[in-house]
């Protein structure tokens, strides 16, 4: 459902590479979670996901399409595939709840039929059938959670992508955003949950991915937060035991090369971007912003 291929992507010709040699399989109706500590980038890779930056170096691919050579045109189409949830929530302050998730439905056409049959139908999954009505002020943070989650799935996506969702919400509430969140997969949505939030792994055990600067240096099934495996500073010529996932397949001037002649082969379109997103002159990949840039979340604006 969702692939990478050795993708490495940098923000800026100053900075490290926020995904560094990131390879990865997510077949279709998983739940897994990303995670590492802050800054280890995990919102860099849902984006990707979305289509937000075209990458220079590595593929993606998801629900079988290679992301790079899905047209500007249809960013936002392909974006209808994959519902998002935010920490903060991003509901439209001035629409009630029903009008937030219907506004998703709205905005694909959808007719008020559909929308009335299906919004209803969403509240009821999270458990907010009795709050339609109300205004996003005038909910907790974590029925604005619900809402947000329910507008994210109302159009039914293969895919849901959701960035610290948990990350303002208190243990208990977390832990109903959680079932949630397990019964959207159960019915069969691919989720993957980007969190540093230990108790809420530790109490799913479902995959995880965990990145350290920009690295995968863990995937392992039904795991916990922290590794059972320990992992040690790996010693001069100690093998993959060390620190398994770390090791770099080839010769780090060899990589660079490789990743150097990528980015020239397919640079990013200099003209579209903004001053910050640049060719690095040394070397490593830059995040081009895609033509189309808004978010699923601008769409609905
Ligand atoms: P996480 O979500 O795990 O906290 P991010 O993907 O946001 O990590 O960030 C990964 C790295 O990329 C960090 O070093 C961060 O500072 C950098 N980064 C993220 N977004 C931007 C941006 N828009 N511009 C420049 N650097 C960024
Ligand atoms: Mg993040």
Do not use: C
């Amino acid at each position: 459902m969702i692939r990478f291929e050795n993708v490495s992507i940098a923000y800026d010709r100053k900075s490290k590479p926020a995904l560094d040699d990131v390879s990865l399989d997510v077949q279709r109706g998983e739940f897994v979670f990303l995670v590492g500590s802050s800054g280890s980038g995990k919102s860099t890779l849902l984006r990707l996901v979305l289509r937000e930056y075209k990458t220079p170096h590595g593929q993606i691919y998801v629900a079988g399409q290679n992301v790079a050579t899905v047209p500007s045109w249809r960013v936002p189409k392909f974006r209808r595939g994959i519902g998002v949830v935010f920490q903060d929530f991003r509901l439209i302050q001035t629409k009630t709840v029903f009008a937030n998730v219907a506004y998703a439905m709205a905005v694909l056409g959808k007719s008020r039929a559909a929308i009335r049959s299906e919004v209803p139908r969403v509240l009821e999954l999270v458990g907010l059938a009795d709050k339609g009505h109300r205004k996003p002020t005038e909910l907790s943070g974590g029925e604005q959670q619900r809402v947000a989650i329910a507008r994210a799935i109302v159009n039914q996506p293969g895919i849901l992508l959701a960035d610290e969702p948990t990350g303002n919400l208190d243990p208990t509430t977390s832990a109903g955003i959680m079932e949630i969140l397990d019964k959207i997969n159960q019915n069969g949505t691919t989720v993957v949950m980007a969190t540093h939030d230990e108790d809420i792994v530790n109490s799913m055990r479902k995959r995880v991915i965990e990145l350290r600067h920009g690295k995968v240096i863990r995937d392992e099934p039904a795991a916990q937060y922290t590794s059972m495996i320990p992992i040690v500073a790996p010693a001069a010529g100690q093998g993959a035991a060390v620190e398994p996932s770390v090791q770099d397949d080839a010769e780090p001037q060899t990589r660079r090369q490789r990743i150097v002649s990528a980015a020239q082969a397919s640079g990013p379109d200099e003209e579209s971007m903004p001053p910050r997103l640049v060719r690095r002159r040394d070397s490593l990949p830059v995040a081009a912003v895609a033509e189309t840039e808004t978010s699923m979340i601008e769409d609905l604006k």
